[in-house]
């Protein structure tokens, strides 16, 4: 379960980053505090890179550390011309046998594989995705195998930097919430998008936040 914006389509900026953290600050005070414990939000470095690039990546990483899926798309990207970066026809180029010795599970290797034949097909459009509303690249996205909705949602604010997505599904938002309010239990759904609404529209910064109180970013 997650909620996210609608209508949006843009994309935060540097300064709006900035705007962000004040604004926040501003609308809660158990919020601000952790924003002037932390400094600037560190959604505003994330990498730009190309949806394909970041897709892959994001399916290498799941349920493994940073450190790990690190070394794993590292040895991915050895496999393909030039070392990357990569492309739908030379990962689908790739035998299984290679991927599964650069660390690959079967399952990571049909969903990289399904994503790779989705976009050269055309079934998957990522070159028009950032024209989608929020609500519309998750439909897009969770078409692909192995892509839930929750890896949309991260794709939504790490590389598309929305500013408003909630992911509600996300323990670490539950615990962080659980924590920083001082809740005596994890928050329900209804109690976490009650507490989140003062955040509007900048969610995806307060969720950036909330993960840095338990230092489990994802991706960090």
Not at 161 to 176: E, F, K, Q, S, T
Not at 210 to 215: F, I, K
Request: with cysteine; charged share 25%.
């Amino acid at each position: 379960m997650s909620t996210v914006s609608q209508v949006s389509t843009a994309s935060l900026t540097r300064a709006g980053y900035r705007r962000a953290e004040r604004y926040l600050a501003e609308r809660d005070r158990v919020l601000g505090a952790v924003i002037a414990a932390h400094g600037r939000c560190g959604l505003a470095a994330s990498q730009r890179e190309d949806p394909f690039t970041a897709l892959v990546e994001s399916i290498v990483g799941q349920q493994l550390s940073a450190k790990a899926a690190a070394t794993i798309y590292r040895r991915v990207l050895a496999l393909l011309p030039n070392g990357g970066p990569p492309a739908p026809g030379p990962i689908l180029a790739v035998p299984e046998a290679d991927l599964r010795a650069a660390g690959l599970s079967r399952a990571k290797i049909a969903y990289v594989r399904d994503l790779a034949a989705r976009v050269r097909d055309g079934d998957v459009r990522l070159d028009a995705i950032e024209a989608l509303e929020d609500a519309a690249v998750i439909a897009e996205l969770t078409r692909v195998k192995g892509i839930g909705r929750w890896t949309a949602e991260m794709f939504l604010m790490f590389r598309l930097h929305r500013p408003d997505v909630l992911p509600i599904g996300d323990l670490g938002i539950v615990n962080a919430i659980r924590r920083a309010y001082a809740l005596r239990k994890p928050p329900s759904a209804a109690r976490l998008e009650k507490i989140a609404e003062p955040w509007r529209p900048y969610r995806s910064v307060a969720c950036w936040y909330l993960w840095r109180t338990l230092d489990a970013v994802p991706g960090k």
